[in-house]
């Protein structure tokens, strides 16, 4: 009798012990100046770099920790950027954007990005596939704020353009510049809305949700795909205090996933926000960080919380670390070899609340040992939208023959389409060249080794 129940209570446990959880390492502290501003970055040869003025900071293996290893010579210095050279950039505002370069050696001279003669904002920016570096702003446009962008290539920059409807008479807030890993730029502003660059033309406006949010950031997955994370607030309990959400959706390459509410997030005091940033590993589980109101009525301290997706919906938020001082502004990166890096700011160690330092912490999840990157990628298919009268296939990482099928909803197919090179189109018509009827279609692509369907809807 004793051993059986001895046996139950080992079960129990069992059932109710989280599978895979997930352990985050000691915090280690990044010397710096006063910040709470931190921006990680990861170089083409998978190194995680802060910076932490007056260095940037790189962290290369478990034995020495972070890094100082450039020297800055700016205080004002934002996100640090790698082109596909492992040139690193670093992006500035004053009376202007302004950037600079390191190339191994040396800081390149202080330049400005072309932009539009009026005032200019919240720059961000991101590297592509072909080398080129994009730039995108908030530039005032008759009283409103519309977002532009430039793109540096071959040694020059263009013109500046705008992105964003000039005659919308609406301000459009950018928040969060990304590329995928098919190549294609991506740019997210409020009111939660993308659009990216295929390499010939901005992809049409698409609404992630309708429902109002705030703090938009994007962060691609392996495949092609793009996740966007947002804070969403309610502001009808009190106009003092704010009630935070953080939700999360998934583009697939063809259409954005229902919002999931990642978490409630606490009442913060009105200015103060959760600040949520999202990242994808190695294996496609997208983790999220923000900063959790622990105290009532409103947040004064705050911990450092996350959770992931590993494709089965979010986990339920626990603590990065656990700590009474108050933690702020975090910001999450995967390096590679698979580390899942959470860095915060925190006055834990201050002469005063207002004294900050930069802290990490990283977690290694398991299955994850190796350098991410496979011997042999997977194929990818994506299509340049879900709904139209022609569609535009991308494939990538093809090594093999490969056909794209495509079927109506009846099962019957209509067209073989030969994959010749990395973009097929599709323009409606049967093999005969007659024109489809307006309805669901499938597509099938097809190589040697692997298969993958998609669903779109042909309109007339």
């Given amino acids: 009798m004793k051993s059986r129940l001895v046996l139950g209570l080992l079960l129990i446990f069992w059932l109710y012990t989280p599978v895979n959880a997930v352990e985050w390492f000691e915090p280690e502290k990044i010397p710096c100046e006063n910040r709470f501003l931190i921006n990680l970055a990861v170089d083409n040869t998978g190194v995680c770099w802060c910076e932490g003025w007056p260095w940037m900071y790189s962290y290369r293996n478990d034995e020495q920790g972070w890094q100082p290893e450039i020297e800055l010579d700016s205080i004002h210095w934002g996100t640090p950027c790698f082109d596909k050279s492992n040139v690193l950039w670093l992006l500035r505002e004053n009376s202007d954007i302004s950037y600079t370069r390191y190339n191994g050696q040396t800081w390149s001279e202080v330049d400005s990005v072309p932009v539009y003669p009026s005032w200019n904002s919240r720059a961000t920016y991101t590297a592509d596939s072909s080398g080129g570096v994009w730039v995108a702003w908030n530039t005032d446009w008759w009283f409103y704020w519309v977002v532009a962008y430039n793109r540096y290539s071959n040694g020059s920059w263009d013109e500046p353009r705008p992105l964003t409807d000039t005659m919308n008479l609406k301000d459009d807030r950018l928040y969060s510049m990304s590329t995928d890993a098919l190549g294609r730029v991506w740019v997210g502003w409020y009111p939660l809305a993308v659009s990216y660059y295929d390499g010939n033309d901005w992809s049409e406006k698409e609404i992630i949700s309708t429902v109002a949010g705030t703090e938009l950031d994007l962060s691609p997955d392996r495949e092609g795909g793009m996740w966007a994370l947002w804070d969403r607030v309610d502001t009808t309990a009190s106009p003092l205090v704010w009630r935070y959400y953080i939700l999360a959706s998934h583009w697939n390459g063809m259409i954005w996933s229902h919002p999931d509410t990642v978490a409630f997030t606490g009442r913060f005091a009105q200015g103060a926000k959760p600040y949520g940033n999202i990242a994808v590993d190695a294996e496609g589980n997208a983790w999220a960080v923000w900063r959790q109101a622990i105290t009532e009525p409103y947040d004064v301290y ?109 099962g019957k197919k209509v067209r073989i389409l030969p994959v010749n090179s990395d973009v097929v189109t599709w323009d409606g018509r049967d093999k005969h060249g007659v024109k489809q009827a307006s309805g669901v279609y499938f597509v099938r692509f097809t190589t040697n080794e692997y298969q993958t369907s998609r669903k779109m809807v042909l309109v007339k």
């Fill in 302 to 410: 705050g911990d450092i919380y996350y959770s992931v997706n590993t494709g089965s919906g979010w986990s339920e938020p626990a603590p990065v670390n656990e700590h009474p001082a108050k933690d702020i502004i975090p910001d999450i990166a995967v390096d590679g070899e698979g580390r899942v890096w959470c860095v915060w700011g925190s006055n834990r160690e201050g002469e005063d609340e207002y004294d900050y330092s930069i802290w990490a912490s990283y977690t290694k999840p398991s299955g994850v040992e190796e350098p991410v990157t496979p011997a042999t990628p997977q194929p990818i298919l994506t299509v340049d939208k879900g709904i139209g009268s022609s569609f535009t296939f991308r494939v990538s990482n093809l090594n093999s023959p490969a056909q794209i099928s495509i079927y109506d909803a009846s």
